[in-house]
């Protein structure tokens, strides 16, 4: 459905009404804003990006930029590559990147177990 989250900017239920208003307040500009970033992620490769890496490509706020990484990512377009990177609060941030260069799923720790069917043994 387009008329929703992450199709269009929204805030959690109980969150204050400002949180609303600001959701509001970008809906008409946050689909331009959430393609210039999808593509800043497609021109960093393997590499990734984190929020201040968007942000400084572009001349965005880093909030304005997040906002639209969740929605990427809640759109499965982006994903977390399981790696940080230190932004420029010195804070440590996920690196996104496109699902083609997500880290492969963990190892199934009960994959090598034998399934026996029921009465069998084995």
């Excluded at 021109?43 to 930029?65: F, K, M, P, Y």
């Amino acid at each position: 459905m387009a008329d929703r989250y992450p199709h269009i900017p929204g805030a959690r239920s109980g969150s204050p009404r400002t949180s609303f208003a600001a959701a509001e307040s970008m809906k008409e500009i946050a689909n331009s804003i959430r393609n210039r970033v999808h593509n800043v992620v497609i021109a960093a490769g393997e590499r990734g990006v984190i929020g201040d890496d968007v942000a400084e490509a572009l001349g965005l706020h880093v909030t304005q930029v997040r906002s639209r990484l969740s929605e990427l990512h809640a759109d499965g377009k982006i994903v977390d590559s399981g790696r940080e990177r230190t932004g420029a609060s010195g804070r440590k941030g996920a690196v996104w990147v496109l699902p083609r260069y997500a880290p492969p799923p963990p190892a199934d720790p009960q994959g090598d177990l034998l399934v026996v069917p029921h009465g069998k043994c084995a």
